[in-house]
């Protein structure tokens, strides 16, 4: 775990963004500008995808991520690499600790696999990936780009024995993540409204978008 306070000041970030439970954002960042996610009541998943912006078919792979790094979890001072094993951020300061990017996001049909049939109508990070790109056009994504995601916040220990548990979170109220872009970016974030396992607390609360220009 890699606890490393971000040098900046909330006072000089160029834009805020607080985004509901159940709610996403998509937007571009721009090579150079930092991005803090905050968790602000603690315990909050954002599961996020990222996107090369002058060609979205190059996107975040956390296969290429975890090679390069030999690690599982993401904290400061790892580099998000792309499918084409481009640096697109790195991740600049964290007071939380590690990320997961092994969990994947929840979708309604993983819900009725995973806890039971009832819980198809549940909203979900998938459906909310679908409504963003839906909404928004002009960016060129579709179905085919919603793949592995990073899930920030949400804690996925892998065991001894290769194992891997959905646990109760380790962020909470305050925590942030930070990352700077490495190329300008398009930033697709679900805030979770799991309510079925612990990764926000059964208790899905909001998160803040906050970037810095260079
Ligand atoms: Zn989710």
Redesign the pocket.
């Known amino acids: 775990m890699t606890i490393l306070a971000s040098k900046l000041d909330i006072k000089t970030a160029s834009a805020r963004h607080v985004i509901g439970a159940g709610d996403y954002y998509l937007a571009p960042l721009k090579r150079g500008q930092t991005l803090r996610i905050l968790d602000v009541e603690g315990n909050q998943?954002a599961?996020t995808l990222f996107f090369n912006a002058d060609d979205p078919s190059e996107r975040y792979s956390a296969m290429d991520t975890i090679r390069e790094q030999a690690q599982v979890y993401l904290s400061a001072g790892s580099v998000l690499r792309s499918n084409l094993g481009n640096p697109m951020l790195e991740i600049t300061a964290d007071t939380c600790g590690r990320h997961d990017t092994l969990g994947g996001?929840?979708?309604t049909e993983s819900n009725t696999v995973r806890y039971d049939l009832e819980k198809r109508c549940m909203h979900?990070?998938?459906d909310?990936w679908m409504l963003a790109i839906a909404e928004h056009p002009e960016y060129g994504l579709s179905k085919r780009d919603i793949t592995h995601n990073i899930?920030f916040f949400m804690n996925v220990p892998v065991t001894a024995d290769g194992g891997l548990t959905f646990a109760d979170g380790i962020s909470g109220a305050g925590k942030y993540v930070e990352m700077q872009a490495n190329m300008d970016v398009l930033v697709l974030m679900?805030n979770?409204?799991?309510l079925n396992n612990p990764?926000?607390g059964y208790n899905p609360t909001q998160v803040e978008m906050i970037i810095w220009d260079s």
Do not use: E, H, L, V
């Open positions: 998943a599961d996001a929840c979708a979900a990070c998938r909310s899930n679900s979770c409204p799991q990764c926000n």
